[in-house]
Structures are given as structure tokens and as C-alpha cells.
């Protein structure tokens, strides 16, 4: 299981957006999962607290990573 990199989004001087891999999943995208703060750096997930907008691609991520966590639990 490798972990999600969060995917922010940028807009550069000439008005061009540009999409980059970010430091980390914002604390928004981790409330949308449902995920605290100490869960997800348990987990090795970087969180990036100064970002505050929430991608639905970063919280989608984020749920998958839960339900991979979820099914290998179960499978133990």
C-alpha cells in the first residue's frame, strides 16, 4: 500500500493554472474523510497545515487510503 500524494493547484503571474504534487493533504481534506490530524500522521500522511482549500481528488484519495487501512485490518 503506498501512500497518496496530495495534488494542489497553482496559478502562476501570467494566468496560467498549473497542477504540482503539494507538501501535504490540508486539514479541510482530512475533516472531509474523516480523518483527525493524529490519525493520519499515524498513518505517514503528510498534512500541510497552512493550506486551506479542499480538492475532492485529495479527499477521495484519502478515503481509498482508509478503506485499503480498513481491509487489511479486517484480513489480520
Not at 475533516?31 to 480538492?55: H, M, W
Request: one cysteine or more; aromatic letters at 2%; charged letters at 35%.
Amino acid at each position: 500500500m503506498s501512500l497518496p500524494i496530495p495534488v494542489v493547484r497553482r496559478k502562476l503571474r501570467n494566468g496560467r493554472i498549473i497542477e504540482r504534487s503539494g507538501r501535504g493533504f490540508s486539514v479541510n481534506e482530512l475533516r472531509e474523510a474523516g480523518i483527525t490530524i493524529q490519525q493520519a500522521r499515524k498513518l505517514g500522511v503528510y498534512v500541510d497545515e497552512r493550506r486551506k482549500s479542499c480538492r475532492r481528488e485529495n479527499v477521495e484519495a484519502l478515503k481509498m487510503l482508509l478503506r485499503a487501512v480498513s481491509e487489511a485490518g479486517e484480513a489480520r
